[in-house]
């Protein structure tokens, strides 16, 4: 079904690019580490969010 695998090749790009630019979420300045964007201090280095 040809039709059918088009759909899930789609579908599963959307899924990266969500992925990518996940609302909610920001990288600590100091180290990288994703956090939720209403964290305020780095819950890994300890780095404060501004
Ligand atoms: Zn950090």
């Known amino acids: 079904m040809p039709y059918f ?3 899930s090749i ?3 790009l959307e899924a990266v690019e969500a992925e990518a ?3 909610g979420f920001r990288h600590c ?3 990288g580490y994703e956090l939720p964007d209403n964290l305020v201090i780095c ?3 300890g ?3 501004k």
């Open 5 to 7: 695998n088009a759909m």
């Open 10 to 12: 789609e579908a599963s």
């Open 21 to 23: 630019h996940r609302e």
């Open 29 to 31: 300045p100091r180290c």
């Open 43 to 45: 819950w890994k280095c």
């Open 47 to 49: 780095a404060v969010l």
